[in-house]
């Protein structure tokens, strides 16, 4: 009888399934680059895909977000006619344009598909939002995450 844990491959296609886009829901996003690379470690980079973030206002209110060296969490709430896929290709599209001109490169910047959590009712977006900023404190990139740049959460 076999006890071992079975270890599942997890392919960007496979997270879209059974995604439902919900009008005024609040999602955590993350979305990594591809080959994990640190390319947010450059500040011009960083700044880049916040802007991308920021462009977005009239499609999703940002909650917070924090920039990580590779990949992103972002907790958002969608505004009405507009899907989270549609609007995760538009950031990665305009961010990796934007990157790739900066880095003076070509190709995929960011990974295929995202991962999101549909926040519930029960859940506290303060403390969500909490979680969400102290990931580079976590990461150990800072001792305190006012020193970290690449962040912001609407209750400041």
Same mark, same amino acid.
């Given at each position: 009888?076999?006890?071992?844990?079975?270890?599942?491959?997890?392919?960007?296609?496979?997270?879209?399934?059974?995604?439902?886009?919900?009008?005024?829901?609040?999602?955590?996003?993350?979305?990594?680059?591809?080959?994990?690379?640190?390319?947010?470690?450059?500040?011009?980079?960083?700044?880049?895909?916040?802007?991308?973030?920021?462009?977005?206002?009239?499609?999703?209110?940002?909650?917070?977000?924090?920039?990580?060296?590779? =990949?992103?969490?972002?907790? %958002? #709430? !969608?505004?009405?006619? +507009?899907?989270? *896929? @549609?609007?995760?290709?538009?950031?990665?599209?305009?961010?990796?344009? =934007?990157?790739?001109?900066? %880095? #003076? !490169?070509?190709?995929? +910047?960011?990974? *295929? @598909?995202?991962?999101?959590?549909?926040?519930?009712?029960?859940?506290?977006?303060?403390?969500?939002?909490?979680?969400?900023?102290?990931?580079?404190?976590?990461? @150990?990139?800072?001792?305190?995450?006012?020193?970290?740049?690449?962040?912001?959460?609407?209750?400041?």
């Amino acid at each position: 009888m076999f006890m071992g844990r079975v270890q599942r491959t997890y392919h960007g296609r496979d997270l879209r399934k059974g995604r439902v886009s919900e009008p005024g829901t609040a999602y955590l996003v993350t979305t990594v680059t591809r080959n994990r690379q640190a390319l947010f470690r450059d500040l011009q980079s960083a700044r880049i895909l916040v802007r991308s973030l920021r462009a977005e206002s009239d499609n999703a209110t940002t909650l917070a977000f924090v920039v990580m060296p590779d =990949h992103l969490h972002w907790l %958002l #709430q !969608l505004i009405d006619g +507009v899907t989270l *896929s @549609g609007l995760m290709q538009r950031v990665k599209s305009a961010s990796a344009h =934007h990157i790739n001109r900066h %880095l #003076q !490169l070509s190709g995929a +910047v960011w990974q *295929s @598909g995202f991962h999101d959590h549909a926040v519930r009712t029960e859940e506290d977006l303060r403390q969500l939002a909490r979680y969400v900023v102290a990931n580079p404190l976590r990461a @150990g990139l800072v001792s305190k995450v006012g020193d970290y740049s690449h962040w912001d959460a609407i209750w400041l």
